[in-house]
C-alpha cells in the first residue's frame, strides 16, 4: 500500500507493476514518476500573485497585540518576504518592527 499523493489517504493499491490507485479519490498514478510539487504562490485581497521583495499595502485596521495603536489601513509596506504558515507574509512596518501578516489584508501597490 502507498499513500495517494492528491488526498494523502493510505489505502492506495497496486492495479499493475506500475499503476497504484486511490479507493477514496479515484486517483490513478505511477510511484515511479517525478511529480514536481506545486509553486508556493500567495495572493493578496484582490487575487494577484505576491512575490518576494514587492510592496503592499493594510487595507484594514490590524491590532498588534503588545502595541497601543492599531496598523491603520492604506499603511504602505515595503520589501516583504513571503512564508510558509498561517501569516504567509514577513516584513517591517515603521513604528512597529519585524511583523507577520495574512495576505488577506494586504493588497498589491
Do not use: L, Q, T
Given at each position: 500500500?502507498?499513500?495517494?499523493?492528491v488526498c494523502k489517504s493510505p489505502y492506495g493499491y497496486a492495479l499493475s507493476d506500475e499503476q497504484y490507485a486511490c479507493p477514496e479519490c479515484n486517483h490513478e498514478w505511477n510511484p515511479n514518476e517525478v511529480?514536481?510539487?506545486?509553486a508556493f504562490v500567495v495572493k493578496d485581497s484582490n487575487?494577484?500573485?505576491l512575490e518576494d521583495?514587492?510592496?503592499v499595502i493594510v487595507i484594514k485596521d490590524l491590532k498588534v497585540k503588545g502595541a497601543s495603536n492599531p496598523v491603520k489601513a492604506g499603511t504602505k509596506v515595503k520589501n516583504i518576504r513571503l512564508v510558509d504558515g498561517d501569516h504567509n507574509i514577513d516584513c517591517r512596518?515603521?513604528?512597529f518592527?519585524?511583523?507577520g501578516l495574512k495576505s488577506e489584508?494586504?493588497?498589491?501597490?
Open positions: 500500500m502507498k499513500a495517494c499523493p511529480v514536481e510539487e506545486d487575487g494577484n500573485v521583495g514587492d510592496s512596518i515603521d513604528g518592527g519585524a511583523m489584508f494586504v493588497r498589491k501597490a
